[in-house]
């Protein structure tokens, strides 16, 4: 069905399992408090309502890519994702570009409370708020004219468990945030 709600583009196979520079789209907030259209894309990548991803910390995230995409406002072509955040990143805010684990196309997070997989920020790689952004993202990967996007060349390990990073769920069902103790992901 995600195919069919996007019109069957596909993530060429050299923006899979890689790392790769997205820009945080929205402030970071309770899946559910996305607005409607974040929401219907979450869905596509697995963060569904009832199922235990909705309670993670989930990114909405932008990357660009020269050959399939949705057309975006600044004239080049993007592809809308999402990344687990890890408990000890700070609240993502939109603009701050970031270093996403990026696994494939659809449903890259369906299933990571169970089998601890799939798409996950690794790191803010240039904060929006901080003086130095423009700078920051200059010295980026870049696709075409657009700086901040790409291959970021850093390691991709097997699994996600290499890393050492916790990842809990932080809200309940209505969105309230829980007080958690940090583990990491069986």
Same mark, same amino acid.
């Given at each position: 069905?995600?195919?069919?709600?996007?019109?069957?583009?596909?993530?060429?196979?050299?923006?899979?399992?890689?790392?790769?520079?997205?820009?945080?789209?929205?402030?970071?907030?309770?899946?559910?408090?996305?607005?409607?259209?974040?929401?219907?894309?979450?869905?596509?990548?697995?963060?569904?309502?009832?199922?235990?991803?909705?309670?993670?910390?989930?990114?909405?995230?932008?990357?660009?890519?020269?050959?399939?995409?949705?057309?975006?406002?600044?004239? =080049?072509? /993007?592809? &809308?994702?999402?990344? !687990?955040?890890?408990?000890?990143?700070? @609240?993502?805010?939109?603009?701050? +570009?970031?270093?996403?684990?990026?696994?494939?196309?659809?449903?890259?997070?369906?299933?990571?409370?169970?089998? =601890?997989? /799939?798409? &996950?920020?690794?790191? !803010?790689?240039?904060?929006?708020?901080? @003086?130095?952004?423009?700078?920051? +993202?200059?010295?980026?990967?870049?696709?075409?004219?657009?700086?901040?996007?790409?291959?970021?060349?850093?390691?991709?390990?097997?699994?996600?468990?290499?890393?050492?990073?916790?990842?809990?769920?932080?809200?309940?069902?209505?969105?309230?945030?829980?007080?958690?103790?940090?583990?990491?992901?069986?």
């Amino acid at each position: 069905m995600n195919a069919v709600l996007n019109a069957g583009t596909e993530l060429p196979a050299n923006m899979r399992q890689v790392n790769v520079a997205a820009q945080v789209i929205h402030d970071e907030v309770w899946a559910g408090d996305y607005p409607f259209g974040a929401r219907n894309q979450l869905y596509t990548v697995g963060v569904i309502k009832g199922e235990p991803e909705y309670s993670m910390r989930v990114a909405f995230l932008q990357m660009r890519h020269p050959e399939y995409g949705a057309w975006v406002r600044a004239g =080049g072509k /993007g592809w &809308v994702s999402t990344g !687990i955040i890890p408990d000890h990143l700070p @609240p993502l805010k939109q603009g701050d +570009v970031v270093e996403l684990r990026q696994t494939g196309t659809y449903n890259v997070v369906k299933g990571f409370v169970e089998n =601890g997989e /799939g798409n &996950v920020v690794l790191q !803010i790689l240039c904060s929006a708020g901080d @003086p130095a952004f423009k700078e920051c +993202v200059a010295a980026l990967p870049r696709i075409g004219a657009f700086q901040g996007f790409g291959e970021t060349s850093s390691y991709y390990p097997e699994s996600i468990r290499e890393y050492g990073f916790t990842f809990s769920q932080n809200y309940d069902a209505n969105g309230v945030a829980l007080a958690v103790a940090r583990k990491p992901l069986n």
